[in-house]
């Protein structure tokens, strides 16, 4: 039986949407790797906070930009990330991390960095890659073979993150969300976008095993040339 053949998806959204739980899933069940960019602009962020980095001087974050070495493991059962050889999979989700991740994250520098890391690891992926983040199929990989963008209310959205964050306030959360939203969207280099060929799937409705298996149907029948 030969194999299938190798496909690169992209897999676009706002927070909370269930972008990371689908995209896992379906690169475990298909046989794919799995790339979580968010990881690696939160990983960045990381090292910026951790080295004293001025977050408020785009500058100064740019001219630091090409300083720490950033490794993504690409296996959806246990992705990994490490900074300069240190372990940050826990560090990086802090909320001191995701509060600052927006500002670091717009900076262009960074941008260019992190997105020729991510062409290179898509590249070298033989079986293909499932790639998650908020402008895989717009900027990082225009020429995917299939793009999806995943939305979902802010309500829905602001109660599954508060429920993977722990006690947190729902409402809280859902501001922080639509905040974030507003200045991944509204960026100037590279921002949240839905690709004009990218298959817009609404998650508010669907539990998490009906999105991954959207998903997956999309996936096969992508590779079967529908």
């Known amino acids: 039986m030969e194999s299938p053949t190798p496909v690169i998806v992209a897999i676009d959204g706002p927070s909370g949407t269930g972008k990371s739980s689908t995209s896992k899933a379906v690169a475990a069940q298909l046989g794919l790797s799995y790339l979580d960019t968010g990881a690696q ?41 490490t900074v300069d050889g240190v372990d940050v999979a826990g560090p990086i989700r802090t909320q ?8 670091v994250s717009a900076v262009s520098e960074v941008r260019a960095r ?31 073979d299939l793009k999806i963008f995943l939305t979902a209310s802010p309500e829905a959205r602001a109660a599954r993150r508060s429920g ?16 974030r939203d507003a200045a991944d969207s509204s960026r100037k280099t590279s921002p ?7 298959v817009e799937v609404d998650t ?13 149907t999309l996936v096969e029948e992508k590779r079967a040339g529908k």
């Open 96 to 103: 001191e991390v995701t509060s600052k991740v927006s500002a």
């Open 41 to 81: 602009y939160r990983a960045i962020t990381w090292w910026m906070v951790s080295n004293g980095i001025d977050i408020d001087d785009p500058a100064e974050i740019a001219a630091a930009a090409g300083k720490p070495e950033i490794v993504s493991g690409t296996d959806p059962q246990g992705p990994t990330i």
């Open 204 to 216: 508010t409705e669907l539990t998490l095993a009906q999105v991954i298996e959207c998903v997956v």
């Open 114 to 144: 992190i997105t020729e890391l991510q062409r290179s690891i898509a590249a070298s992926a033989e079986q293909g890659i499932v790639v998650e983040g908020r402008d895989i199929g717009t900027t990082v990989l225009p020429d995917a």
């Open 164 to 179: 993977e964050l722990k006690g947190s306030d729902v409402h809280t959360t859902r501001e922080a969300l639509i905040k």
């Open 192 to 198: 949240l976008a839905k690709a004009g060929d990218a």
